[in-house]
């Protein structure tokens, strides 16, 4: 039988491998996408059955999901940085992680919570792309386009990720830097 100190040694070895976080991370952005796409395709054709349906067990599930993923992607980062295995290609894939893990938190926000964001509809294939472009507005301090934080819980979120953007950015010059000398 398999101990729970063997199983979390296991994880903490795959979180530190980022060739294993970086799979599991790519894999979990397309199931995402997929499971999305099925309730907007249950939302809007009307056809939604018990599993499938807001609030539902797949629901549930995916919601969930996200934040193991989240502490999964932040544990890692912080395991390669102290150890030493951050390069820049390393760097700016977790830059993109964060982009995704950000678009999908103000998604599952707006799909649970309607109306925590402006000019955004919770069931429809191009809210997807606002969700993205919001996360990428807060995480690079470029911006918002249309769709907008219309809350404190969701301004506090775009700030946050606004400083998890900088801070990247001030890491990535940083290993730059130190590259070269």
Do not use: C
């Not at 918002?144 to 700030?159: K, V």
């Amino acid at each position: 039988m398999v101990s729970p100190s063997q199983v979390l040694r296991f994880l903490g070895d795959k979180l530190a491998d980022p060739y294993s976080v970086r799979r599991i991370v790519w894999v979990y952005i397309f199931t995402y996408y997929l499971v999305s796409f099925a309730y907007i395709w249950g939302e809007t054709s009307k056809k939604l059955t018990r599993v499938l349906r807001r609030n539902g067990i797949v629901d549930g599930i995916t919601s969930a999901l996200w934040i193991v993923f989240g502490v999964t992607l932040i544990w890692s980062l912080l395991a390669m940085t102290a150890e030493g295995n951050l390069t820049l290609g390393v760097l700016a894939e977790f830059y993109l992680f964060f982009l995704f893990l950000f678009a999908f938190l103000y998604g599952l926000i707006e799909w649970h919570w309607p109306g925590k964001l402006t000019n955004i509809s919770a069931a429809s294939y191009e809210a997807e792309l606002q969700y993205f472009l919001m996360s990428m507005g807060a995480q690079t301090t470029f911006g918002f386009s249309r769709a907008r934080p219309n809350h404190w819980i969701t301004e506090s979120i775009a700030a946050v990720q606004s400083l998890i953007g900088v801070a990247f950015i001030a890491v990535w010059i940083a290993l730059a830097v130190a590259k070269k000398g």
